[in-house]
């Protein structure tokens, strides 16, 4: 039960660092980063972007892509 509750905290940590460098990224540069750039950053799958996102009300403009 301890392991399941220090996961849970764990995630909602990630959760919260990728919405506000989402934000910072958006404010800094003018746009949002990539799903690829932000799952890079933070070593998690797109998936996982996707939840974060949508759990902190944060949508990206769709068809966008990487120019690297």
């Given amino acids: 039960e301890a392991a399941n509750?220090?996961?849970?905290?764990?995630?909602s940590s990630i959760r919260l660092e990728i919405a506000a460098a989402v934000q910072k990224h958006e404010f800094e540069?003018?746009?949002?980063?990539?799903?690829?750039?932000?799952?890079?950053?933070?070593?998690v799958s797109r998936e996982t972007v996707k939840r974060a996102l949508k759990q902190a009300g944060i949508s990206l403009p769709?068809?966008?892509?990487?120019s690297s």
């Fill in 29 to 43: 540069l003018g746009a949002p980063p990539t799903m690829a750039e932000i799952a890079e950053e933070f070593g």
């Fill in 5 to 11: 509750k220090r996961r849970k905290l764990g995630a």
């Fill in 62 to 66: 769709r068809g966008r892509r990487s």
